[in-house]
């Protein structure tokens, strides 16, 4: 027995004591968000060659050593949380973080926004996706990624463009029945005001009655810029001028089905034209500098049938909408599947800000580990594929969750077993190689 036997087990030693390293190193991540286990393997010391009488060529090894170690990518359980900016990635991929201007990816979707309004990782690393163009208000993957900044300023006002009105107006009514309802339109300070639709029943025709119903959709006088305080007559907004008693502006036509027809502003045609949507012109100058802006009345639902019947049932609005909004702070932030931060604002609306990215490698167990629960590449790994949650190979975004470590307890403890069987092995060894070698001295006295 040769010295070679010592050098031989203590490989051994080396090598038990760094896969308890690596186990520890698992166990002691066991609840680290995002952590992937290590695995370890080992390979063979090509040691001493030698021929044998036959001719054939040998060898003998001279123990173990270290040959990787390596990253297990597969996924781990989800565990929800309270937090709206925790994600976990469903899937393949992987979170882009510049981190002091070198890129990083992670499966810790930990995030939250700094002083700045910056998404940033648990450990401050910038989350980086695509933002939203200020000019469409879309999007714009087409600009790469970039770091994601949620603005904290105000959105600004929205006017009202567009309203829909759903209703009856009873058939059964007497001719001169009057009906009203209200109109909510933002002007383009954010300023609110309640227009009034007023309207009465006119039949008309003779031998062959034809049942409208005339409107007029008016805002008090005071409103308006340069008029006088306090001078609350009803103005027109279809004739832009004060309103007359009966409304007189317009009207909506029906059939002896109680279906709507027509509808036109102005006096009534010779020949009614097929229904469709109006345009309220407005553009009145309101008191706070405001301006109210022509507005689509939607009398065509999207399916193609009228959002207004002439039924012999009792007159009323069954459902009423438009478009507008006031300035608003925004409240809170919302993350979808596919990665998009909608900012949500206290006045109702809601704005998609960014679109967090994802990254997709050729092989993730060779990525190469940095720290803190960040990757990089390698040249094993490949360099990354970068793309949005949901696009094809990408795995989708989870909100109010995280995933957690896909350590397996049972498994890390069976490998302490197994490694502090070969640190034992290996030690004995050493003493049954040391007994040896003392008996091989004990010879000559």
């Known amino acids: 027995m040769g010295l070679n036997t010592f050098s031989t087990a203590l490989s051994g030693l080396d090598s038990s004591t760094m896969g308890l390293n690596v186990v520890g190193n698992n166990l002691a991540n066991l609840n680290t968000v995002g952590f992937k286990e290590s695995n370890i393997t080992f390979s063979e010391v090509l040691g001493q060659q030698f021929s044998t009488p036959g001719g054939n060529l040998n060898h003998i090894g001279l123990g173990s050593q270290v040959q990787a170690i390596r990253e297990e990518f597969s996924q781990g359980s989800v565990q929800s949380s309270n937090n709206p900016l925790d994600v976990a990635i469903q899937g393949q991929g992987m979170l882009i973080l510049d981190d002091n201007g070198s890129r990083a990816y992670s499966r810790a979707g930990n995030m939250h926004l700094d002083s700045n309004g910056n998404l940033v990782a648990g450990a401050g690393a910038n989350i980086q996706g695509y933002l939203r163009d200020a000019v469409t208000g879309l999007i714009n993957r087409a600009a790469g990624l970039q770091d994601i900044v949620i603005p904290n300023n105000l959105v600004a006002p929205t006017p009202t463009t567009e309203f829909e009105l759903g209703m009856n107006l009873d058939a059964a009514a007497a001719t001169g029945a009057p009906f009203s309802s209200t109109i909510q339109l933002f002007d383009s300070q954010g300023t609110s005001h309640l227009a009034t639709l007023s309207m ?23 409103e308006i810029a340069g008029s006088t305080p306090g001078d609350t007559t009803p103005f027109s907004l279809l004739t832009g001028a004060t309103a007359t008693a009966s409304p007189a502006a317009g ?73 507008g909004a ?22 109702g609306t809601t704005i998609d800000v960014a679109q967090i990215g994802l990254a997709q490698f050729s092989d993730f167990d060779a990525l190469t580990e940095l720290g803190g629960g960040l990757y990089g590449e390698s040249a094993a790994s490949g360099a990354a594929r970068v793309g949005a949650p949901g696009d094809v190979g990408q795995g989708k975004l989870m909100s109010s969750a995280l995933e957690q470590s896909n350590v397996d307890l049972a498994t890390e403890l069976t490998k302490i077993i197994t490694f502090q069987r070969g640190y034992q092995a290996n030690a004995k060894m050493i003493t049954t190689a040391d007994q040896i070698l003392q008996e091989t001295l004990n010879i000559k006295q």
């Open 326 to 347: 006031a300035s608003g702070i925004m409240s809170s932030l919302s993350i979808r599947s596919d990665g998009t931060l909608a900012a949500i604002f206290n006045n």
């Open 200 to 222: 009465v029943k006119a039949v008309t025709g003779g031998a062959t009655p034809v049942t409208r119903w005339r409107y007029d959709i008016t805002i008090p006088t005071d």
């Open 251 to 323: 009207a909506l036509v029906f059939n002896g089905s109680g279906t709507l027809t027509s509808a036109y502003i102005g006096a009534d045609p010779a020949v009614n034209p097929p229904l469709a949507n109006l345009t309220i012109p407005a553009g009145q100058t309101m008191v706070n500098g405001g301006t109210l802006s022509p507005a689509n009345w939607k009398l065509i639902a999207d399916n193609g049938t009228p959002n207004v019947s002439g039924f012999a049932s009792t007159s009323e609005v069954t459902a009423s909408s438009q478009n």
